[in-house]
């Protein structure tokens, strides 16, 4: 490709995204590599056609010492001997990255576009090459990603250009080589220890084996891609706005094409403040046609039923407590009632008849409990052995079949060393229950609500 060839691709790539007008300011963002030294020596050579002001951004990260120093020298004489206003920002990733606990390289990517936002310019243009595009996609494929995430860079997004997205890596070196244009080395890209420079470095010669003009075909798929991405985008905003029926409600689900579908549900998602991936998407379309309910986190969940999508957040239960000693006297009891608890002796005189008759609440053997007795929830696992018959039950089933619904997972049970001695509408265990030999009864009695 010839030098003209590059800002052809500029122009071409500028005009067809419609945004740029006479007399606007364009803002070169300025790493002193050879993308961006390219970049702007192409804007500068399209002024006159375009009709527009050329300046340009450094920001200085201060992360590779001297060098950083080089960098931001280099772009002020760089711009100083082409006549450009150059604005420098100092910014300190470093700080940034230890305050929030992420990488340095995420940290001064941050920095660098909160320093971009303060540049006075109608755009910014960075210079992300078709290379960059490339180099993102086979990252995104790997990674997984949506369709939108596979269309890789925006030409577009904001304030921010990138008109180099349709020309290589080497044809910047090219168009430089031809201007005896000099540019600067970021030591880092040279390493493989970022996974973006292993793609670069291993995999993307390894697809250029299969297939020399990779940067370019690509290039090409990818602009298909973003064409039929924003129509579909299209699309799903107004089938969206159809089939939003109420809030965090989409009814209506199984008329649309599947694509619409999951993109609907995405938006919904998104709506809902809850992070979507490609399997939550596929789970939650097939919720909505065959109806069922998914626990999406904590207390949200998806509800489907016929061709209806709901996410709802329910109220949930406070959690009840863990086992606590059952005290002499008053007990407070998970469902807000209170327990009494009280020891009477029995003289042997008395049978069990009278027994039962005396203390018309429950009343336990208290010589027959081994060890302390615990007031807590049932707990899966639970059996019980009640009087008269010769085998246990699961407690759960003995309460299910005692108590109404809304009292079952509040019901409060009493367990010594050996398990469970009480349950709150199904009664005693067997081995505690009175008999003749009886002398001390452990008596429980419900109070009122505390
Ligand atoms: N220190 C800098 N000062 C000004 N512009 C910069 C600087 N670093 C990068 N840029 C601009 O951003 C473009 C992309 O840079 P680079 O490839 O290092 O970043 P990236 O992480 O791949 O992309 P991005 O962070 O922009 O999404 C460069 O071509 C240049 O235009």
């Given at each position: 490709?010839?030098?003209?060839?590059?800002?052809?691709?500029?122009?071409?790539?500028?005009?067809?995204?419609?945004?740029?007008?006479?007399?606007?300011?364009?803002?070169?963002?300025?790493?002193?590599?050879?993308?961006?030294?390219?970049?702007?020596?192409?804007?500068?050579?399209?002024?006159?056609?375009?009709?527009?002001?050329?300046?340009?951004?450094?920001?200085?990260?201060?992360?590779?010492?001297?060098?950083?120093?080089?960098?931001?020298?280099?772009?002020?004489?760089?711009?100083?001997?082409?006549?450009?206003?150059?604005?420098?920002?100092?910014?300190?990733?470093?700080?940034?990255?230890?305050?929030?606990?992420?990488?340095?390289?995420?940290?001064?990517?941050?920095?660098?576009?909160?320093?971009?936002?303060?540049?006075?310019?109608?755009?910014?243009?960075?210079?992300?090459?078709a290379?960059?595009?490339?180099?993102?996609?086979?990252?995104?494929?790997?990674?997984?990603?949506?369709?939108?995430?596979?269309?890789?860079?925006?030409?577009?997004?904001?304030?921010?250009?990138?008109?180099?997205?349709?020309?290589t890596?080497?044809?910047?070196?090219?168009?430089?080589?031809?201007?005896?244009?000099?540019?600067?080395?970021?030591?880092?890209?040279?390493?493989?220890?970022?996974?973006?420079?292993?793609?670069?470095?291993?995999?993307?010669?390894?697809?250029?084996?299969?297939?020399?003009s990779?940067e370019r075909t690509v290039s090409y798929?990818?602009?298909?891609?973003?064409?039929?991405?924003?129509?579909?985008?299209?699309?799903?905003?107004?089938?969206?706005?159809?089939?939003?029926?109420?809030?965090?409600?989409?009814?209506?689900?199984?008329?649309?094409?599947?694509?619409?579908?999951?993109?609907?549900?995405?938006?919904?998602?998104?709506?809902?403040?809850?992070?979507?991936?490609?399997?939550?998407?596929?789970?939650?379309?097939?919720?909505?046609?065959?109806?069922?309910?998914?626990?999406?986190?904590?207390?949200?969940?998806?509800?489907?039923?016929?061709?209806?999508?709901?996410?709802?957040?329910?109220?949930?239960?406070?959690?009840?407590?863990?086992?606590?000693?059952?005290?002499?006297?008053?007990?407070?009891?998970?469902?807000?009632?209170?327990?009494?608890?009280?020891?009477?002796?029995?003289?042997?005189?008395?049978?069990?008849?009278?027994?039962?008759?005396?203390?018309?609440?429950?009343?336990?053997?208290?010589?027959?409990?081994?060890?302390?007795?615990?007031?807590?929830?049932?707990?899966?696992?639970?059996?019980?052995?009640?009087?008269?018959?010769?085998?246990?039950?699961?407690?759960?089933?003995?309460?299910?079949?005692?108590?109404?619904?809304?009292?079952?997972?509040?019901?409060?049970?009493?367990?010594?060393?050996?398990?469970?001695?009480?349950?709150?509408?199904?009664?005693?265990?067997?081995?505690?229950?009175?008999?003749?030999?009886?002398?001390?009864?452990?008596?429980?009695?419900?109070?009122?609500?505390?």
């Open positions: 490709m010839r030098a003209d060839a590059v800002s052809r691709a500029v122009l071409e790539q500028l005009r067809e995204l419609h945004c740029l007008e006479p007399e606007q300011t364009v803002c070169c963002a300025l790493s002193g590599g050879a993308d961006s030294v390219c970049l702007l020596r192409c804007l500068l050579e399209l002024r006159p056609v375009l009709g527009i002001t050329i300046t340009a951004v450094h920001v200085n990260h201060h992360l590779r010492g001297a060098e950083s120093e080089r960098d931001r020298t280099f772009c002020q004489q760089l711009c100083a001997g082409l006549g450009v206003r150059l604005a420098v920002y100092d910014v300190n990733p470093a700080a940034r990255a230890a305050q929030e606990h992420c990488s340095e390289e995420l940290a001064a990517r941050e920095c660098r576009y909160a320093a971009f936002a303060q540049v006075q310019a109608d755009w910014i243009a960075t210079a992300h090459t290379s960059d595009n490339l180099e993102t996609a086979v990252h995104r494929l790997v990674r997984g990603a949506s369709l939108h995430g596979l269309t890789a860079i925006p030409p577009k997004n904001g304030r921010f250009l990138r008109p180099l997205l349709r020309v890596r080497r044809q910047v070196e090219q168009y430089l080589e031809s201007l005896g244009q000099t540019y600067v080395t970021d030591s880092t890209n040279l390493t493989d220890a970022y996974t973006r420079n292993r793609i670069r470095h291993q995999v993307i010669p390894a697809l250029e084996q299969l297939n020399p990779v798929t990818l602009r298909s891609l973003r064409r039929e991405d924003d129509f579909l985008h299209q699309q799903a905003q107004a089938a969206y706005a159809k089939c939003h029926t109420g809030k965090n409600t989409l009814s209506g689900l199984e008329t649309l094409h599947e694509a619409l579908q999951f993109r609907c549900i995405a938006m919904l998602l998104e709506e809902a403040g809850i992070s979507c991936e490609a399997p939550l998407l596929e789970r939650l379309a097939a919720l909505a046609r065959q109806g069922g309910r998914w626990n999406l986190s904590g207390a949200v969940y998806a509800v489907g039923k016929s061709g209806t999508l709901t996410i709802e957040t329910v109220q949930l239960p406070e959690p009840l407590p863990e086992a606590i000693p059952l005290q002499m006297g008053e007990n407070r009891l998970f469902s807000g009632f209170v327990l009494h608890a009280r020891l009477e002796t029995v003289s042997p005189a008395e049978n069990v008849a009278n027994i039962h008759k005396k203390f018309a609440n429950a009343c336990l053997d208290y010589d027959k409990i081994k060890g302390e007795i615990f007031l807590r929830p049932r707990q899966s696992g639970d059996r019980m052995q009640l009087s008269g018959r010769g085998f246990t039950s699961a407690l759960k089933k003995l309460i299910q079949a005692n108590l109404p619904p809304e009292r079952r997972r509040t019901a409060h049970v009493l367990a010594d060393a050996d398990g469970v001695i009480f349950a709150e509408g199904v009664g005693c265990a067997a081995r505690v229950c009175p008999d003749g030999e009886t002398r001390r009864l452990l008596v429980l009695e419900i109070l009122g609500k505390c």
